[in-house]
C-alpha cells in the first residue's frame, strides 16, 4: 500500500495538534482553568491519528474518557474542544458535558464516554444504522486494554460478529487500566486473542508506529466497507501521564516508563519522514508553528468565551420538555 | 371501531409506524419469527422481515445500546427487553447514556428511541421475572415513562412513543396482554395526558397499569358505599398530567394513589409528595398510597396475591380517608 | 482412569431420577398442578449427573433456571424440590422462590437463579471464599449456550482466570436459547473456543455421555483443587422439550430432534452398562422403579403439604427487620 | 476523641473490622496499593495485604457477584465501586441477586455483605461521574441504605454495616473524604438511628449527605430570621428512624426535606409521601422538597452550582412554610 505524502503530511499534523492540545491541557489543569477530571492522551497519538486518517467525514467514531485524541484525528474543531474543557458557553456541548462527553455529529464523532464499555455498545447501534441503510460508512470503536474487561466489549463483538457489521474495533492497550497493569487484570498477552471467541479477525501491532496504524486500519475499513464484518485491532502503546491528571503514577515502573518515551510515537514518525526525505526540518517546523499557533488560538477563544448563562442548566434535557427552573 | 388485546394494541401500534416509516424496527430476544416472550410481535416477523424485525442474542445491555447509537444515526428503534426486570443489567445503557445524551451534548443529539418493559406480577413469576421499576426510571431526567393500560391507550401511546425524538419507556403488564378492549381510534395520544377512566366527586384514586382495573372494582364497591370516585390514569408517569390532577383533586379533596410497586420509595411515593406539596391546601386528608407490599414477589399464588394490591385494598383506604 | 460400579449405580440413579422428576413436572404442569414458569432439564441428564458424581457435598455449585437437573444431582431432596414446584410452605424456600429459585445450602447449591448469566458471577465469589480459606473445595458453574453472550460470562471468566480460582465452568450447549439456535446467537461453533480469550484451559465434549462427562469433569476438578485454576467444559447436548413448559418449539428441525432424542442420554447409558455387563436388566429395574418411588413421594408430600401461611409473605425479607404487614 | 476526614474514618471503620474478623475483606476497582480513586483505603493494602484488600478489573457486575458469591460460602466482604454512578452495571447483581436472595431462598442464606458507592457531584465531574442513586436502592426491598454525613457517622455506620447480616449500601459523598470532624468513640452506631444534628424548635429540616452541612448553614441564617431550625440527619435511610421524625414533626409542625438527588422520584418524595401519611394532623404547611433540579449533572462549574440544591435555597423554602 502507498501513502502519499498529503496523508504522511496530514497524519503528522494531527498527531502535532494531539500533542499539543493535551500538553497545553495538563498546563492548563495544572493552573486551575481546566476542572474535573482530564485524562490526556500523551503518548498514543498515533493511534487515532492513524486510524482516523483512512476515515471519511461521515464515518462514525466512539470514544473514551480518554478522547481528546479521537476527536481531534476525526476532524473535531480544538477551539470548540478547548471551550468545553473551560466549561465554556461555546464549547462542543455549552459547558455541559466536558472533557469526558465531547461529540460533534457532524464529524460523526459519537461521543466521548465516562463508562468505561460503553462505547462498545454504542457503536453496535452505528453499525447496524450503516448496514440497515446500506450506505457503505464504518464506524470505529475505540477503547482501552482495561475495557476489554467489561461486559459490553463481550456482547459488543459477538453481535458485531453475527450481524457482520461495519465497526472496526480499535484497542488502545496502554499497558493501564489506572494502576491496574495489563498482566494484573487479563490473562493474556495479547487482546486480540479475544477475537477467537467471536470469530472476529484479529490482530496486534506497534500502536505508537503510525504508518502500521494507518494501513492496518486502512485494510480493516475496506474489509468492513465490502460487508466482510468487523476487525479486532490491538495497538500496542503507553500512557505518559498517569490515568489523569493528579495521579503521580508511581505503580508504573520507571524503566518502562523510560522505554516508552524513547519510542515517541511523533518523534519516530518525524524521523522516518526526515530521514525517507519526505518533507524536511524546515517544512515540518512550518507545520509545528502552525499547530502551536491553533493551539494558543483554541485558547484564547476558549479563554474569551462567556461561561454558559445559568438559565441555560434546564434546557437540552428532552427536545421538546424544558425543565422548571426552580422545581426544587 | 375495533375490538383488540392489549398486546395485539400495541403491536398495531408499531406496525402502522412501521409501515410508514422505513427507519422504524424492533430489536430484542425472540421478537422474531418466535413472535416474542409474550407473543406481542406475532406475525409482524412474516409483514416486516428479519431485518427490521430483529432478533438478538441475550445482552440486554448491547439490546439498548444498539437502539441507542442507531438512534444517534437516523433510525427509530424499538427495543424489546423481555421482562423488565431484566432492565437491570441495561441500567447503564439507559441511565448514563440515553437519558443523558442530549444534555452532555448541549442538545446537539436526538435519540428517538422506544424500550418497552413488560413489568408486573401476577403469573406466579416469583422475584426475578414480576417487578414493577418504573420508579427508578421516573427519576432520571431524560427520560419519558409510559404505562398503557388499555388496549386503546396501548395503540395511542406507543405512536407517541415512535414518533417522539427523545428516549421513552413503554412499561407494559406482562398479565394485560391479553385483556380485550375496544380501540376507537388510530390517532396518537400525546405523552403528558392523563385520561379519567371514571368520572366521580367525592374521592380521587390514581392508578397506573393493572390497578386501573382495581381501583374501577373499588370505585365500583365505594359507590355501593356511598362514595363517588373519581378514577384518573396518568399513562403517562413522566411528563405527568398535572392539570388533570389538579382539577380532579380540587373537586375531591381526597386522593389515593395505587400502583403495583413495592411501596418504599414507588413513584406513587412521588405522586404523593407532589400532590402534597402542591395541593396540600385541597387536601381534606392525606393522600393514602396503596401499593405492593415491602418484599420481594414471592412465587406461591396466595403469598404472591397477598404481596399485591387489589380493589380491597383501596376500598379500605378509600373509606379510611372519610 | 476406573470408574467404580458404585459410581456408576449412582450416575444411573440421578439420571433416572432426574429423567422422571422432568416427566412428571410435566405431567403435573399440563394439570395446572404447577405454577409460573418451568424450564424441564429433559435430554441433558448426563451433564449435571456426570459432573456433580465427582462432587463432594460440601463443594459449591451454581445453577441456572433450567435447575432441577443440577439440584437432584448435586444431592437436593426431591420431596422439597416438588413441594417448591407446587409452591408450598414445605417446599426449599416455603414457597416463595418456585423452580427458578431452588437453594439449598447443605448441599453447596448456591441456588438456581431466574437470571441469564447470573449464577457466573456469584460462582467467583465462591471460588474467591475457597481460595480465601484454602479450603479445596470447587465450584462448578453451569450454564448454557445462550448465557455465554452475556456479559457475565465475560467478566466472570477473565476474573477467574487471573485469581485462580477453583471453578469448573460447565456448559450446557443444548443449542438453544429459547428460539435463538447457537449458530444464529454466536459466530462460533464451539463455545469452549471462548476459554482462550482468557488463558483458561478449555475443551468440548459429548454431553450425552455420562462417563465422558465424569472423566472430563474429574480432570477439571482435581486441577482446580491443586490451585490451578479454572477450566471451561463445553458439554454438547439438546433441549428435548420447548424452552419452557408451553413452548410448542417449532422452531427445531423435526430430523434435529430426532436425531437427537435417539441419543438418549440415560438410554445409552444403560445399553453401556449391560452390554459391559456392570449391571443386568434387573437390577436396572429394581433401581428404576425404587426411583418412581421416590417420585410417587415426593408428590405426594407436596400434594399434601399445606399452602404457605399468608403471613409468612413479609418474613425473610431481612435476618433482623421483619416488614410489616400491610404497609400498603 | 480524634480528629479525622470522612475519608479516613471510613477507613478506619474497615480496619477495625478487618483487624478483628479474618474474614472481612475489601475488594474494588484500585482500591489495593492505588488506595482508591479516593484514597480511602490508602494505606490498607501495606496493613492488611492483597489477598484482602483485593484489586478487581473494570468489571463491577463481577465485583458485586464475588462479594454476593463469597458471602454465602462465608465471608464479610466489602466492595466499592469507584463512583456510584457506575452501579448502573451491577444492578443486577445488587437488586435482583443480593437484595432478594434470602427472601428467594426462603430465608435459608445470609449475606453479609457491605457495598461503598461513593456518589454527589461538586466537582465538575459532569452527568457520569456525580449521580446520587440511593432512591433505587431504597426501593429495594432486602437492602439496606446509609448514608453518613460526618467522619464520626462515617465510621460508626461502617461498623454496624459490616456487623450486618444483609446486604448494606453505604453511600458516601466523594466531596465530603477530605472534610474533617471530631470522633469520640469507636462504637457502632445502630442501622435505623437517626441523629438530630442541631436542635430547633419551628421546623425541622432532613437532610441527608452533603445536604446536612447546607442545612446547617441554613438554620443559621434562619436563626437571625427568628426561626429555630431542628436538623435531622436519618443516617440510615432504610431501615428509617421514623420515632425520630415523629418526635421532631410532633414539635415543628413544619419540614423540609432536602437532599442532593434529582427532585423527581427522589428518596425525598419518599420521606415526603410518608410524613404526609403517618403525620398529616401534626403538619401545619405540606412538606417541602429541596433537591437537585430535574436534570443530568452539568460540567461547568457555574451550572453545576445551579443544579445543587444550597443553604440558601433550603433558607428560602423554609421561610415560605412561616
Ligand atoms: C463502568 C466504569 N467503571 C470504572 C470506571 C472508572 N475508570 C475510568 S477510566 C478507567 C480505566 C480504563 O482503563 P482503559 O480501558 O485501559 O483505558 P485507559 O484509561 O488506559 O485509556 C476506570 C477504571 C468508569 N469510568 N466506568
Ligand atoms: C438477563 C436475562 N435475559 C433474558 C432472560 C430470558 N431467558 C430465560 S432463559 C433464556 C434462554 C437461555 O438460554 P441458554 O443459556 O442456552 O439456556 P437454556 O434455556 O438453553 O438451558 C432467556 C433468554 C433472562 N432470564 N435473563
Ligand atoms: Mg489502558
Ligand atoms: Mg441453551
Redo the contacts between chains.
Keep these: 500500500m502507498n501513502i502519499s505524502k498529503e496523508t504522511m503530511q496530514h497524519m503528522y499534523i494531527t498527531m502535532k495538534r494531539i500533542r499539543e492540545f493535551e500538553l497545553k491541557t495538563q498546563e492548563l489543569f495544572a493552573e486551575g482553568k481546566v ?3 482530564v485524562h490526556l492522551y500523551l503518548g498514543e497519538e498515533a493511534v487515532s491519528a492513524g486510524t482516523c486518517e483512512y476515515l471519511n467525514d461521515n464515518d ?1 467514531i ?1 470514544s473514551t474518557h480518554r478522547g481528546h485524541g479521537h476527536i481531534i484525528a476525526k476532524g473535531g474543531d480544538m477551539k470548540y474542544m478547548m471551550a ?1 474543557l473551560f ?2 458557553a461555546t ?8 472533557s ?2 465531547i ?3 457532524d464529524k460523526g464523532i ?2 466521548a ?6 462505547g ?11 448496514n ?2 446500506g450506505t457503505k460508512q464504518v ?1 470505529i470503536c475505540f477503547f482501552g486494554d ?2 476489554t ?8 463483538l ?2 458485531a ?2 450481524w457482520h457489521l461495519p465497526i472496526v474495533y480499535v484497542c488502545e492497550n496502554n499497558n493501564y ?4 497493569s495489563q498482566s ?5 498477552q495479547n487482546i486480540s ?2 477475537g ?5 479477525p484479529s490482530l496486534h501491532i506497534d500502536g505508537n508506529n503510525v504508518i502500521a496504524v494507518y494501513k492496518t486500519i486502512a485494510a480493516a475499513v475496506d474489509r468492513a466497507r465490502k460487508g466482510e464484518g468487523p476487525t479486532l485491532i490491538e495497538c500496542k502503546t503507553y500512557r505518559w501521564r498517569g490515568h489523569f491528571e493528579g495521579d503521580p503514577a508511581i ?1 508504573k515502573p520507571q524503566e518502562e516508563q523510560e522505554a516508552w518515551l524513547k519510542k515517541d510515537p511523533l518523534l519516530q514518525f518525524k524521523t522516518y519522514l526526515e530521514s525517507n526525505h519526505f518533507f524536511n526540518e524546515d517544512q515540518l517546523h512550518i507545520w509545528d508553528t502552525a499547530v502551536c499557533q491553533e493551539i494558543d488560538e483554541a485558547v484564547r477563544f476558549a479563554d474569551e468565551s462567556p ?2 448563562d ?1 438559565n ?10 424544558t ?3 426552580r ?2 | 371501531m375495533k375490538t383488540m388485546t392489549y398486546g395485539q394494541a400495541i403491536k398495531e401500534g408499531m406496525s402502522i409506524r412501521m409501515r410508514e416509516n422505513p427507519n422504524v424496527y424492533l430489536l430484542g430476544e425472540d421478537v422474531g419469527a418466535f413472535g416474542g416472550c409474550f407473543g406481542v410481535s406475532a406475525g409482524m416477523f412474516k409483514e416486516f422481515g428479519g431485518k427490521r424485525i430483529c432478533d438478538t442474542p441475550i445482552s440486554e445491555g448491547a439490546i439498548i445500546g444498539t437502539a441507542i447509537g442507531s438512534a444517534a444515526t437516523g433510525l427509530r428503534p424499538i427495543a424489546e427487553i423481555m421482562m423488565g426486570d431484566f432492565v437491570t443489567v441495561a441500567m447503564d445503557q439507559l441511565v448514563n447514556q440515553s437519558a443523558k445524551m442530549r444534555y452532555m451534548f448541549g442538545g446537539k443529539i436526538s435519540l428517538p428511541l422506544v424500550v418497552r418493559l413488560p413489568g408486573g406480577a401476577g403469573v406466579s413469576a416469583a422475584a426475578q421475572h414480576s417487578q414493577s421499576l418504573e420508579a427508578w426510571l421516573v427519576h432520571v431526567p431524560g427520560l419519558k415513562v409510559i404505562y398503557p393500560s388499555t388496549p386503546q391507550d396501548a395503540l395511542g401511546l406507543m405512536l407517541s412513543a415512535i414518533d417522539d425524538d427523545n428516549p421513552v419507556i413503554m412499561i407494559e403488564h406482562k398479565a394485560l396482554y391479553s385483556v380485550k378492549g375496544n380501540v376507537y381510534n388510530l390517532a396518537p395520544i400525546p405523552l403528558g395526558k392523563g385520561d379519567i377512566k371514571r368520572k366521580g366527586n367525592d374521592i380521587t384514586i390514581i392508578a397506573t397499569g393493572k390497578m386501573v382495573y382495581e381501583a374501577l372494582t373499588a370505585a365500583e364497591s365505594l359507590k355501593t358505599a356511598g362514595i363517588s370516585a373519581e378514577v384518573i390514569d396518568p399513562r403517562s408517569l413522566y411528563p405527568l398530567d398535572k392539570n388533570l390532577i389538579a382539577d380532579s383533586v380540587s373537586k375531591t379533596h381526597r386522593v389515593i394513589v395505587t400502583t403495583e410497586e413495592t411501596k418504599r420509595g414507588s413513584y406513587a411515593g412521588e405522586l404523593s409528595a407532589y400532590i402534597h406539596e402542591e395541593l396540600f391546601d385541597k387536601l381534606d386528608s392525606p393522600v393514602s398510597r396503596v401499593c405492593a407490599l415491602n418484599t420481594p414477589i414471592p412465587f406461591a399464588p396466595n403469598l404472591e396475591k397477598a404481596f399485591l394490591p387489589n380493589a380491597a385494598d383501596i376500598f379500605r383506604a378509600a373509606k379510611a380517608l372519610f
Tied chains: 1, 3.
Design positions: 476542572p474535573g477530571f462514525y466512539t468545553e466549561g465554556k464549547g462542543y456541548c455549552k459547558g455541559k458535558g466536558g469526558m462527553h461529540a460533534d455529529r459519537l461521543g464516554n465516562g463508562i468505561v464499555g460503553a462498545q455498545d454504542i457503536a453496535l447501534g452505528a453499525g447496524f444504522s450503516i440497515y441503510k464506524c482495561g475495557s474487561n467489561q461486559g459490553t466489549f463481550h456482547e459488543s459477538n453481535l460478529s453475527i487500566a489506572i494502576s491496574m494484573r487484570h487479563q490473562h493474556i486473542d479475544r477467537t471467541a467471536y470469530g472476529i505503580y461561561l454558559p445559568i441555560t442548566v434546564v434546557n437540552d434535557v428532552y427536545s421538546d420538555i425543565e422548571e427552573v422545581v426544587r
